[in-house]
Nanobody
């Protein structure tokens, strides 16, 4: 069973950058597609980015396209989310998630495992 632990969140000024990491335990990590989602109070958890198990064909929400980059290092069992040009609307709890079947990568319900989340706060 894979367990996911996010890190790298924090407080940053608008225009700044952060890199989130999601460390996975378990030997089957490389078989999973991985995704990042985010959630703010009172709103549903929304898709941010996803990457296939090969690391190719990343997917992004329109709101982050061109600013965020998802990547993975299967040797380190880690997936990353590089976030640049952050703005206050990016403030949220960010969750990484694993998708065993690599299907419907932009749909929250398609993910099998979730981390506990890491807070990102962008000040104006």
């Amino acid at each position: 069973q894979v367990q996911l632990v996010e890190s790298g969140g924090g407080l940053v000024q608008a225009g700044g950058s952060l890199r989130l990491s999601c460390a996975a335990s378990g030997r089957t990590f490389s078989r999973y597609a991985m995704g990042w989602f985010r959630q703010t109070p009172g709103k549903e958890r929304e898709f941010v980015a996803a990457i296939t198990w090969t690391g190719g064909s990343p997917y992004y929400a329109d709101s982050v396209k061109g600013r965020f980059t998802i990547s993975r290092d299967n040797a380190k069992n880690t997936v990353y989310l590089q976030m640049n040009s952050l703005n206050p609307e990016d403030t949220a709890i960010y969750y990484c998630a694993a998708n065993l079947k690599s299907l419907r990568l932009q749909e929250r319900s398609a993910y099998d495992l979730w981390g506990q989340g890491t807070q990102v706060t962008v000040s104006s």
